[in-house]
């Protein structure tokens, strides 16, 4: 029988996700959770939706130090 999940541990293994993966027991209780609280869903997105702009973000700042290392060899 689950366990029933508190928000707070939701929302953790949300942004736990990001860096790590789940195990199939956290996943398990997340999607569980999930499927009860439309609070968390709502979260859930969000946090897919920020680590997608993230990923966006740093593909930018990477083209930024390219372009900055070489364009500024000649100006002092
Ligand atoms: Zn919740």
Do not use: W
């Not at 860096?19 to 969000?46: G, I, R, W």
């Not at 700042?61 to 900055?68: G, H, M, N, S, Y």
């Amino acid at each position: 029988m689950f366990k029933m999940m508190m928000c707070k541990e939701a929302t953790h293994l949300m942004s736990k996700r990001l860096d790590v993966p789940l195990t199939f027991q956290e996943k398990l209780s997340l999607k569980v959770h999930l499927a009860m609280c439309s609070y968390c869903t709502q979260c859930n997105q969000q946090f897919s939706l920020l680590h997608e702009t993230g990923k966006q973000y740093e593909k930018l700042i990477e083209r930024d130090i390219v372009t900055l290392s070489s364009g500024s060899g000649d100006s002092r």
